[in-house]
């Protein structure tokens, strides 16, 4: 008698625990991104201005614009990044777009928001090969950039200031009106019946449960291969925390505009999208899943592209 | 440096260090009261952060709570993200206001610690939670598809689908919450373990099973942690401390601000005890500075230096100056220079010892004029400092002038010559001036005292008197003429002004009398007037007199039905007496003439001298004609009577013109040109007679103006001729000359006087033209007369003062001379007596002349002038011709036989030649000879004769030897 009625809850729970998560439209899993995003519009300027600048570099030939590719998707579609030198970096760099929606950067998570973010790529050997310090001392140089920061920033030209304005730069780039947000926003027609499946699949089969929220994951950590070993050379948060229990644990990447992204994962391992989902289904739900299920939720993958922000020209400050 | 501690002192009162004081607590309070306020809000802000923490903590253990089912971690990170912005906020706070900070820097970081150990097991608890949520679902999964698998073997689906289904509920008990026996469930997965290579599922089951525990112990133990990490606990903890230290905080701060409000309200006490002493100071004051502002006396205060700072309004008043003129100014620009350099050195002097100074200063005002002031100059000292000075002024000016005009009206109250009385109310007399003891003998103590008696001269004294003191009560003036009696009893005719004095109250004080002796006046008056009427010569009523009369008279004989007789008297020759003899024996004349003509007069008849030498009697009433003729033959009796001037015995008559009112005119002009008319009448009529004014006379003064404009023609129309009346030598009965005279026969006229118009031609200027005439013809004759060898000596001609006068007459003269070719001294020139006596440095010239062209010069009618005899000498004459109205009685008249013996024998002392005129018989002929006159004229030989006549009786005189 006991056990039916443990059965009777537990069945009950797991199915109400899933209704939520499968049912009710109004209580989508996924949030649209909204279309706009309250930004000061000159840091937004000196920002780009900086973004495409080598000069943060150590030998004045890596932007952030280098990797971090605007007209495509936001990443450069390399397993790993090329730095100054030629060098190769140790990691897929991640798409710039949305990133202002997730919980913390970097693969890793080590970087509290896009501010802390900036340092990172300037002072990694690999990548710039700077000191946010060097930099500042060669921006100050620049008469155009003097002028910018002292009328933005009452102490002038500082890593912080230079953070800053990368950092609002990086928070305009988003990509709304997507045909999923669109779908979301209750236009039916924006989604093919083949991605409407997928996304149900994307529910059901659990995958929503890490790649949720606004930016479709970007806001937790999760271990890289729950279900078969990983065989990452990234040790992940480990590096940062150094608890056994955070090896080859890294932050959910969020999976907007994942079409434009690949090479996908921290490594670039999968180099489609299909092979991703494939990998995730193995690695982290531990399911079999069939290709037409595969197929189907790639299509709704696809459907999460969208519009590529069209910042002004920073005109006024190229004189 | 006194100076200014002394400036500081007396600049810092009491009033304002307390209001100082006063506006410092306000600041203070204000400061206090924004410190507060801010606390408050401080306080309010942290509580409110602090309830938001608390609220956040408790969601985020709930987040803990939601285990094994799906959660938007989006809302997890808006819950962390919300947190961290409280802290961050209270963190700000803390570090903006650390000394006020009640929440403590601990409490907030202890927060902060514990909210980061959560964080940190949050994330862990996500990732677990993802893993068993994703798990349980997939072992739900697994467990179907072995059911579904070994549905058709009872057995293995008894063995490994119950187990499955056992271990799936084993693990499903993790949802309510219970306890999972993880041994038993170990068990159970060893059961089914051997099926794992049967089939896919049962192996994935397996797997899936163990990670599941695997993670549930893991999240387990998330969970244990969590509940250690005691956030909410941490974040009411600090809540209430900072509640704690807030209410002490308060408490303090009301404490604080009481102590302010307090003194505070001391102060506003003490203010307002200050303001009332101040206002009543102030009311005193401004009560002094009123009673120094309205003063009537000029008060001005100077600094230290003497430069004005204060003046009132009588300053202006008097000074003339306006007081911003002044301020600044030293109170010498009033100096009028008057006083001396030592005058303000002795005030300095003691004013420099410190001491009020007193003295009449006499200033200048800003027009200039002086006035004087009594003024009190007096130090003020401060602290034993000379601090200002102040002087106290009066002007005394007015009082000044008035005692100078009190001066001056008592020197004229002592020295006019008026008389003053000043009376009493009740018109007794307080005081006399000398002047009024000289006019009236009285001394000042004999009437002093009394009432003046305002007139002595009437019997109706009291009336006047009364009278006059009436008019006095309405008007306060009476001026009238009376009459007083002196001491002596003589009456003085007196202007009398009496003047009444009233005081404020207009009741009478005083009276003053200023009596002006009018006798000097009126005798001046009476001399005025005799002068104005009066001729000063003879004393005579004058012309004035006469019209101004005549009327009267003439009325009083009107309303009397009277006649009045009107004398008109003129001398004869009078102008000859005055022109010869000189003006003071012709005023002599006149003045004993006028006293002889009185005397025959009645004596209410009026003799008037009406001209030079002109009288006129009034007679009133005239009784008759005859009685007239009688006063006029009277008069000319007295006139004829010799009249001796100085060594002169001279005579002279009169003729006299008389016309009856109103008979002969009824008013003064007509009467006196009437009698005007008689009077040359009488004197045509030979003078020294009188006629009567009749008609005919005024006709003749018209036929004069008729004779007048015909002698005008008379040349043009050949009517005048020159006849020759020959001139004898008794002796030898031989025509020795012949005279020309002038006969005018005009048609209407007949044969006129000679007499007659050879006066209208003198008169009228004709004679000078008649004169030339004359000559020519009388030349153009003698030459005749020569050439016929008649033998007559020499044509004498007459030549009239008025012909004299003519400057061209010399040219003329001998013009005419040359033109007829006469010898001059062929020509006697017949002169005036009158003519010599005008003595004229040219008169001498012309006879001087006239002598050396060889002329002869005789005078004709001599006798009847008054040659002074003396002068004659020094004169060149020839001849003289006695008047035939002294040969004319010889020898009869023995007054005549005198004056003629005496005219020869004066001649011929002189040596000049005698010729008689108007020889009419042999009896005369044989006097003149007798006496030694040669020469003679007269009808005796013969009247003056025409051209041919003469020719004919000369022709028929060279016959006869």
């Known amino acids: 008698m006991r056990v039916f009625v443990i059965k009777a809850v537990v069945s009950a729970i797991c199915i109400s625990c899933f209704m939520t998560v499968l049912c009710g439209s109004g209580n989508e899993p996924i949030k649209p991104i909204p279309s706009t995003i309250e930004t000061d519009k000159k840091k937004v300027l000196l920002g780009k201005k900086l973004f495409n600048d080598p000069i943060l570099s150590k030998d004045g030939t890596i932007a952030c614009s280098s990797c971090h590719i605007l007209q495509d998707g936001g990443d450069d579609n390399m397993k790993f990044s090329f730095g100054i030198g030629g060098k190769e970096g140790a990691i897929n760099s991640p798409t710039i777009y949305n990133s202002v929606f997730n919980f913390r950067q970097f693969w890793d998570g080590r970087a509290k928001d896009l501010k802390d973010q900036v340092h990172g790529p300037v002072e990694n050997p690999v990548e710039m090969g700077n000191q946010m310090h060097s930099a500042v001392e060669a921006i100050r140089k620049e008469q155009s950039y003097l002028k910018l920061f002292e009328d933005l920033y009452p102490d002038g030209v500082t890593p912080e200031n230079i953070a800053d304005a990368i950092a609002e730069f990086e928070k305009s780039l988003i990509t709304p009106d997507s045909p999923f947000d669109k779908y979301l926003k209750g236009d039916e027609n924006a989604l093919s019946p083949q991605a409407k499946r997928g996304y149900w699949l994307f529910k059901s089969k659990g995958c929503v449960t890490c790649h949720h929220g606004i930016n479709i994951g970007g806001n937790l950590y999760n271990k890289f291969g729950i279900f078969k070993e990983s065989n990452s050379t990234n040790l992940g948060r480990y590096i940062v925390t150094k608890r056994e229990e955070d090896r080859f644990v890294f932050r959910v990447p969020p999976l907007r505009n994942a079409d434009l992204t690949a090479p996908y994962m921290h490594d670039g391992r999968a180099t489609t999208l299909r092979e991703a989902v494939v990998i995730m289904t193995q690695y982290q739900l531990g399911r079999h899943m069939e290709p037409e299920e595969i197929d189907d939720i790639v299509k709704f993958l696809k459907s999460l592209t969208g519009q590529i922000p069209q910042i002004e020209e920073n005109r006024p400050y190229e004189d | 440096m006194k100076t200014k501690k002394r ?5 810092i009162s ?52 939601q285990t094994y089912r799906f959660i938007d971690y989006d809302r997890i990170l808006d819950t962390q993200s919300n947190f ?10 803390t570090v903006s206001v650390s000394q006020y900070n009640y929440l403590g820097d601990q409490n907030l970081q202890k927060i902060e610690r514990l909210y980061l150990q959560k964080i940190a097991l949050m994330e862990d608890f996500k990732t677990y939670n993802t893993r068993i949520t994703n798990g349980i679902y997939l072992l739900h999964d697994l467990r179907m598809d072995i059911h579904e698998y070994y549905k058709n073997n009872i057995d293995k689906e008894m063995h490994i689908f119950y187990s499955a289904d056992k271990i799936f509920f084993m693990l499903g008990q993790m949802f309510i919450g219970s306890e999972i026996d993880q041994d038993a469930i170990i068990e159970d997965i060893k059961k089914i373990e051997g099926y794992t290579g049967e089939y896919k599922s049962v192996s994935n089951f397996v797997i899936s099973s163990k990670q599941l525990l695997q993670d549930n112990t893991a999240l387990a133990n998330i969970l244990r942690q969590n509940k250690n990490l005691h956030l909410s606990a941490a974040i009411a903890n600090a809540g209430s401390e900072l509640k704690r230290y807030y209410k002490k905080d308060y408490r303090n701060g009301s404490t604080v601000s009481n102590f302010f409000f307090l003194s505070g309200v001391l102060m506003l006490l003490s203010l307002y005890m200050m303001y009332r002493r101040m206002r009543k100071t102030n009311i005193d004051l401004s009560s002094f500075r009123y009673a120094i502002e309205n003063s009537d006396n000029v008060i001005v205060l100077t600094d230290a230096d003497r430069n004005i700072i204060y003046t009132n309004d009588a300053f202006e008043y008097h000074s003339g100056y306006k007081k911003d003129e002044v301020m600044g100014k030293n109170p010498n620009i009033l100096s009028s220079g008057v006083h001396t350099d030592e005058f303000y050195r002795d005030m300095n ?3 420099d010892a410190g001491k009020e100074w007193k003295g009449v200063l006499i200033n200048k005002r800003k027009n200039g004029s002086l006035f004087y002031e009594k003024s009190s100059i007096i130090p003020i000292f401060v602290d034993n400092e000379l601090s200002q000075y102040l002087a106290i002024k009066l002007d005394i000016t007015d009082y000044i002038e008035q005692q100078q005009k009190l001066q001056q009206s008592a020197i004229i109250y002592e020295t006019i010559e008026d008389g003053i009385l000043i009376l009493d109310r009740y018109k007794k007399v307080i005081s006399a001036n000398s002047s009024f003891s000289q006019i009236f003998g009285y001394s000042q103590e004999e009437i002093i005292g009394f009432e003046p008696r305002i007139n002595d001269s009437f019997e109706g004294d ?8 009436s008019a006095l009560a309405i008007k306060e003036r009476w001026a009238g003429r009376i009459t007083n009696k002196n001491k002596n009893g003589k009456m003085i005719p007196i202007w009398l002004t009496i003047v009444v004095v009233k005081d404020f109250s207009d009741i009478v004080k005083n009276y003053i ?27 005579l009523p004058n012309r004035a007199y006469f019209e101004k009369s005549i009327e009267y008279i003439f009325e009083f004989a009107r309303n009397n039905q009277q006649k009045v007789s009107v004398f008109f008297i003129d001398l004869d020759r009078f102008k000859v007496i005055n022109d010869t003899l000189g003006h003071n024996i012709g005023d002599e004349i006149l003045k004993q003439l006028a006293v002889r003509i009185k005397k025959v007069l009645a004596k209410d008849d009026l003799l008037i001298r009406f001209g030079g030498d ?62 005007d008319i008689a009077m040359y009448h009488a004197k045509e009529k030979g003078k020294d007679n009188y006629k009567y004014y009749t008609k005919q006379l005024s006709v003749d003064v018209q036929s004069r103006l008729y004779l007048e404009q015909e002698l005008k023609n008379a040349t043009l129309k050949e009517e005048l001729s020159v006849y020759y009346q020959p001139q004898y030598d008794f002796k030898s009965g031989k025509i020795v000359g012949a005279e020309a ?38 030349f153009e004759e003698f030459s005749k007369w020569e050439s016929m060898g008649l033998g007559v000596g020499r044509i004498a001609v007459n030549i009239s003062s008025v012909q004299f006068r003519q400057k061209d007459l010399m040219k003329n003269f001998k013009n005419i001379i040359e033109k007829i070719g006469i010898s001059p001294k062929n020509i006697e020139i017949e002169i005036t007596e009158r003519y010599i006596m005008e003595y004229s440095i040219s008169n001498i010239n012309i006879l001087d002349e006239l002598r050396r062209m060889g002329c002869k010069i005789s005078v004709d009618d001599f006798g009847t002038g008054y040659s002074s005899l003396g002068y004659m000498k020094t004169l060149a004459i020839n001849a003289i011709k006695i008047d035939k109205s002294f040969i004319s009685d010889i020898p009869n008249d023995i007054h005549n036989v005198e004056v003629s013996k005496a005219i020869i024998a004066l001649a011929e002392s002189l040596n000049y030649d005698v010729i008689a005129e108007g020889v009419e018989n042999q009896q005369q002929v044989d006097f003149l000879i007798e006496n030694g006159c040669r020469y003679g004229q007269g009808y005796m030989y013969s009247p003056p004769l025409g051209s041919d006549a003469f020719i004919a009786f000369a022709k028929s005189k060279l016959k006869k030897p």
């Not at chain 2, 400036?7 to 600049?11: E, L, N």
């Not at chain 2, 912005?85 to 963190?91: E, F, M, P, Q, T």
């Not at chain 2, 033209?769 to 000559?775: Q, R, T």
Request: charged share 25%.
């Open chain 2, 7 to 11: 400036f500081w002192t007396k600049r």
């Open chain 2, 14 to 65: 009491s009033f304002e260090l307390v209001l100082v004081g006063f506006v410092l607590v306000l600041i203070l309070l204000f400061v206090y009261q924004q410190k507060i306020n801010r606390d408050v809000q401080h306080y309010t802000d942290s509580i409110y952060e602090l309830d938001r923490l608390y609220e956040l903590s408790h969601d985020i253990d709930h987040y803990f709570v």
């Open chain 2, 84 to 93: 961290e912005k409280s802290i961050a906020k209270l963190r700000m706070d």
């Open chain 2, 349 to 351: 002097k003691v004013l």
């Open chain 2, 462 to 469: 009291r009336l006047l008197s009364s009278r006059i003191w």
């Open chain 2, 513 to 539: 009398a200023i009596y002006t002796n009018l006798e000097e006046i009126i005798e001046m008056e009476e001399k005025a007037d005799f002068l104005a009427y009066h001729d000063s010569l003879t004393h």
């Open chain 2, 614 to 675: 002109e009288f006129i009697a009034i007679c009133y009433p005239m009784q008759d004609r005859q009685k007239a003729a009688n006063y006029a033959q009277n008069i000319l009796t007295v006139i004829k009577e010799p009249i001796a001037v100085l060594d002169y015995s001279l005579n002279t008559t009169a003729s006299i013109g008389i016309a009856i009112y109103p008979d002969d005119g009824r008013d003064q002009d007509t009467i006196v040109k009437h009698a």
């Open chain 2, 741 to 778: 005279l002038l006969r005018w026969s005009n048609p209407l006229l007949g044969n006129v006087d000679t007499e007659q118009f050879i006066q209208i031609a003198e008169e009228t200027g004709m004679i000078v033209n008649i004169g030339y005439f004359v000559m020519e013809k009388a």
